[in-house]
């Protein structure tokens, strides 16, 4: 069993940056892929970015690549998504998602832990 627990949203203005955090408990971090995904009001939940168990590998969604950044410190058991150049596009709830297994994935239903989420707002 896994339990996420998001920090970090809240509200920015276009342009800005924050950093999400999502820290997990629970055994055995380093056997997890890791996902981040978002939900905007009246929209289906989307992929975000992902990465492997060793942080190594990593995948983006074409809308936030080059301006997103997930990384993961498997000594902490937390992983990290820096956000960059935001837009008001961006608002929606970010979720961390946990996938046993090793390699990254897009598709959230390969994730078996989700956390509550965090509200991240782009004001114009």
């Known amino acids: 069993q896994v339990q996420l627990v998001e920090s970090g949203g809240g509200l920015v203005q276009a342009g800005g940056s924050l950093r999400l955090s999502c820290a997990a408990s629970?055994?055995?971090?380093?056997?997890?892929?890791m996902g981040w995904f978002r939900q905007a009001p009246g929209k289906e939940r989307e992929f975000v970015a992902s990465?492997?168990?060793?942080?190594?590998?990593?995948v983006y969604a074409d809308s936030v690549k080059g301006r997103f950044t997930v990384s993961r410190d498997n000594a902490k058991s937390t992983v990290y998504l820096q956000l960059n150049s935001l837009q008001p596009e961006d608002t929606a709830v970010y979720y961390c998602?946990?996938?046993?297994?090793?390699?990254?994935?897009?598709?959230?239903?390969?994730?078996?832990?989700w956390g509550q989420g965090t509200q991240v707002t782009v004001s114009s």
């Open positions: 629970g055994r055995n971090f380093i056997s997890y892929a």
């Open positions: 998602a946990a996938r046993a297994g090793t390699h990254y994935t897009t598709f959230s239903a390969s994730y078996d832990y």
């Open positions: 990465i492997d168990w060793s942080g190594g590998a990593t």
